[in-house]
């Protein structure tokens, strides 16, 4: 039997408040039918699920469960009413026909839900953004509530995109635009946070929190400073920006924050001083919220309480379960303290406990017809225990991985079993891919997995539109944007990368493979968790007579060629940057010898002189196109010349003052091919296209790349240039909306 689900289509029923009131009403009593069959059958309350004593960890008041739990039971009522208004039914009843006034009292009860529930996550919240912001716009509450409770979750740049929806219809909104600005310094694009909120206050819309957040941002910009005079200038800037804030009304968190700073400037009377006082004031309020008590932790610090730090810090984090952004941000600042004090930087380790990021790679579940086992079915229920009690022990709950059948979809299904985040990255479009790579074992309900797998998903990102000629290429590239992604996350939350893999311990020299990818992590440097398939076989008794590999956790045997040799493909990896000069349609005839003379002069000038070549290059008119062989030669390329555009004097040289460069950059699998026509070498496909529409939405002076080209950025660790987000773009010619980065230099 090959079952294949085909639910009705219901995504152009539209519900309002009354239908989510009821969604959660029959999640509820759907909860407690259930309850009620498993207590008639015997079943009692368990801390793990016990099928042979009957014990069940569900077996709770509906309240009690946590919100990934009550997610199961919301979606399937929410699915019950779509269907049935799909169906053309009506739900009648005393709320039916609810005023506007009405209609504004459920929503502000939602929302009041979301902002005292004690566990947040980030599927729910998604849903509910989805559904809720298609009922009403007439209030800015919606994504006030949201994109705060997002943040908290620690993923701002999807914060970020629903705050930047509702300053659409609310753009003078002053609590969207602290939030936006939020958004914008925990993604790391410090300097876009900066700039907004010194127009705020320019506008005087200088209220505590907003001359907080720009203390913030100086404080991050301190953080990030490498000249030890801008240093110093940040750090004054933040103490005296914290200070005001504080002096304005005695609120804790900048005057927490004003303490930590004159600390850090090295007046440490006055540190102590502010520090006691925010102490105090923490003290006499009777009830405790997280921000309290991460405030009480961070006092006790600069007074050199240790014990009393700890023991602040860790009520905090018993409180804020799963407000991994919140309590990333309290870990810094206590690492920051530490740091200064000279004290155990070990202590933040046991205090904060944030959940690592992983990265995975692993093997597909075998073909009936494979010659040479590899990941037979027999071991699928061992591999998904062997999973699991891996990441558990190493604490590991940020998941980004592919979803073939096999390993890939164990790895998924374990991170949410444990309660994590699942972020997948899928080589190319979902139905050819689950074509190629998920439905293939006939009987089986991988296909099924897949799909419930990629609706729980905080994102699904597509790399590539197709895959025409099979190439591993797309898989290689793929696996480069995992462990990119994976790496940004953990980098934004200040919590640790770990690489885990399913692997036989065989050398391939496939590229793009469970093996290569352990060879590339291997040779950046990462020590990669690996779950082996022949131990495993030989534990479970599985016949083992085809297989005689080593036993250690580290690749041995490389591969023939190194990971990234690509001569046996035409399509291969590179980075591509596109120019466009701004103002040319205003040259003069006149002046189109002094454009060629001084400004492609000048352009020629610093690619003879520069350190990075192209592989490729071409220009029409005012159009420029270069291929790189990696990320590192485009990014530094194109900040190069843009900085020549910037600082050259062109009124000097006969031209427009205002002349200018708009650049993209992105990097994806090209096809390399001879020009018939211009017998020159030249690369081609749709990376090519997705390059050149990031190039009319970027700025004049500005350097844009899209969210690949800044996760390879991330991988490769480089330091000299760095990628901040700016939100999901509109490219240009309709070809779609994605998230953008603004690539800068590193101070």
């Known amino acids: 039997m090959n079952y ?61 469960l946590s919100e990934s739990e009550k997610q199961y039971d919301r979606n399937t009522a929410l699915g019950v009413i779509k269907l049935l ?34 566990e947040l996550n980030v599927g729910y919240l998604l849903e ?37 929806e509702g300053l659409k219809h609310w753009r003078d909104n002053v609590k969207l635009k602290q939030l936006l600005a939020l958004s914008l310094a925990r993604s790391g694009a410090t300097l876009s946070a900066n700039s907004l909120l010194v127009e705020m206050v320019t506008l005087r819309e200088s209220d505590i929190e907003t001359i907080s957040l720009l203390a913030r941002t100086h404080k991050d910009l301190y953080l990030q400073a490498t000249n ?25 968190y900048p005057g927490i924050n004003a303490a930590t700073m004159f600390l850090l400037k090295g007046e440490e009377n006055t540190a102590r001083e502010i520090a006691e006082k925010v102490k105090q004031s923490c003290l006499k309020q009777s009830e405790r919220d997280y921000w309290q008590l991460a405030t009480l932790g961070e006092a006790s610090l600069i007074l050199r309480e240790w014990s009393a730090a700890e023991n602040y810090y860790q009520q905090a984090v018993k409180i804020g379960k799963g407000r991994i952004g919140d309590i990333s941000s309290t870990s810094k600042n206590a690492k920051l303290l530490l740091e200064y004090l000279e004290g155990n930087k070990e202590h933040l380790k046991t205090w904060f406990q944030l959940p690592r990021a992983v990265v995975f790679t692993g093997q597909m579940i075998d073909q009936s017809e494979r010659e040479n086992p590899r990941f037979p079915a027999e071991l699928e229920a061992q591999v998904y225990e062997s999973i699991c009690d891996r990441l558990a022990t190493l604490d590991a709950k940020i998941g980004y991985a592919s979803a073939a059948c096999g390993a890939d979809i164990l790895f998924l299904e374990a991170i ?31 296909k099924q997995r897949f799909n419930t797998l990629f609706a729980k998903a905080n994102e699904v990102i597509v790399c590539s539109h197709h895959n025409l000629e099979n190439n591993p290429v797309l898989y290689e590239y793929a696996n480069r944007v995992i462990h990119g992604l994976g790496k940004m996350r953990a980098e934004l939350l200040d919590t640790e990368l770990l690489n885990l893999a399913v692997w036989d311990g065989k050398a ?61 493909h035409s399509k291969k990896l590179m980075a591509l940057l596109f120019a466009d000069v701004v103002k040319y349609s205003k040259l003069t005839e006149e002046q189109i010898p002094k454009y060629i003379k001084h400004f492609l002069g000048s352009v020629g000038e610093i690619e003879a002189q520069s350190k990075h070549l192209p592989c490729f290059k071409n220009t ?122 603004h690539v800068r230099r590193c101070k």
């Open 4 to 64: 294949q689900p085909k639910p009705i289509d219901t995504s152009r029923v539209t519900i309002n408040a009354a239908h989510l009131e009821l969604t959660e009403l029959l999640a509820k009593n759907t909860h407690e039918i259930w309850a009620q069959q498993r207590i008639d059958d015997g079943w009692k309350f368990g801390i793990q699920r016990d099928d042979n004593h009957k014990e069940h960890p569900g077996l709770v008041p509906y309240e009690e």
């Open 85 to 118: 208004l799909a169906l053309g039914y009506r739900l009648e009843g005393e709320n039916q026909g609810l005023s506007d006034e009405k209609e504004d009292q459920k929503l502000a009860l939602m929302l009041r839900n979301i902002k005292e529930s004690s």
């Open 128 to 164: 509910i953004s989805r559904e809720t912001i298609k009922i009403r716009t007439c209030s800015p509450d919606i994504y006030i509530v949201l994109g705060e409770a997002i943040l908290q979750t620690g993923e701002p740049l999807i914060a970020y995109d629903i705050i930047q």
């Open 228 to 252: 030890p005079k801008e240093k110093q200038t940040q750090l004054e800037l933040a103490a005296q920006r914290y200070l005001q804030a504080y002096q304005l009304k005695k609120s804790n």
């Open 416 to 446: 949410l079993e444990l309660k994590g985040e699942i972020h997948i990255v899928l080589p190319y479009e979902q139905e050819e891919f689950i074509k190629n790579s998920v439905d293939i074992i006939p009987n089986s309900n991988w």
């Open 508 to 568: 391939s020299n496939t590229i793009g493979g469970t093996a290569s990818t352990i060879q590339m992590w291997q040779d950046w440097g990462y020590k990669p968790e690996i779950i082996n398939l022949q131990s495993l076989k030989q534990v479970s008794g599985v016949d083992t007579n085809l297989f005689n590999i080593s036993e250690n956790s580290q690749l041995e045997i490389h591969p023939q060629y190194p990971y990234h040799d690509q001569s046996e």
């Open 620 to 741: 029409w008119g005012d159009a420029f196109y270069y291929v790189f062989a990696d990320v590192n030669a485009a990014g530094n390329f194109a900040l190069d010349l843009c900085d020549l555009i910037q600082h050259t004097n062109w009124s000097e040289k006969g031209l427009p003052e205002n002349l200018n460069l708009r650049i993209s950059l992105h990097a994806g699998p090209v096809n390399e091919y001879m020009n018939p026509i211009t017998k020159n070498k030249s690369y081609i496909g749709t990376h090519v296209s997705y390059a050149a529409r990031i190039e009319p939405i970027t700025p004049p002076g500005k350097v844009y790349s899209s969210q690949a080209f800044a996760a390879l950025t991330c991988s490769m660790g480089i330091k000299n240039f760095t990628c901040d987000y700016v939100g999901q773009i509109p490219f240009a010619k309709g070809y779609g909306t994605f998230p953008t980065y």
